[in-house]
């Protein structure tokens, strides 16, 4: 009986610690995001450049930079319509709560 409520506390002890492979997978991911980030700013970096104006490579970003840009761009935009969306839902469900009680504890009609 001590032995199962041992394995039971075990077993959800390794469950709510973080998994190895998770956390390389994670460590992967975060990489890559970092290495677009970096490239989004060498295109930017390079876009705002001005002290090689006569090195034409230098001055051009390349296809992988520039959509790095846009994809890092995308991600911030994204994160920023989604902050919107859900803060408009809850004053949308304020709202509605508020007009669901106020019609529910008065039974007369005010006129403005």
Do not use: F, H, W
């Not at 490239?39 to 051009?60: F, G, I, M, P, Q």
């Not at 846009?70 to 994160?79: E, M, P, Q, R």
Request: aromatic share 2%; glycine share 4%.
């Amino acid at each position: 009986m001590a032995e199962s409520a041992s394995a039971s506390a075990q077993s959800s002890a390794r469950s709510t610690s973080p998994n190895l492979d998770d956390l390389a997978l994670q460590a992967c991911d975060d990489a890559d995001n970092l290495n677009n980030v970096m490239r989004a700013y060498a295109a930017l970096r390079k876009l705002v450049d001005t002290s090689a104006l006569n090195d034409s490579e230098e001055l051009t970003p390349s296809r992988t930079e520039l959509s790095a840009l846009l994809g890092v761009l995308n991600d911030a935009l994204t994160a920023r319509i989604d902050a919107i969306n859900l803060a408009a839902g809850a004053v949308r469900e304020a709202l509605q709560g508020t007009v669901a009680a106020s019609y529910g504890s008065s039974s007369e009609v005010v006129a403005p």
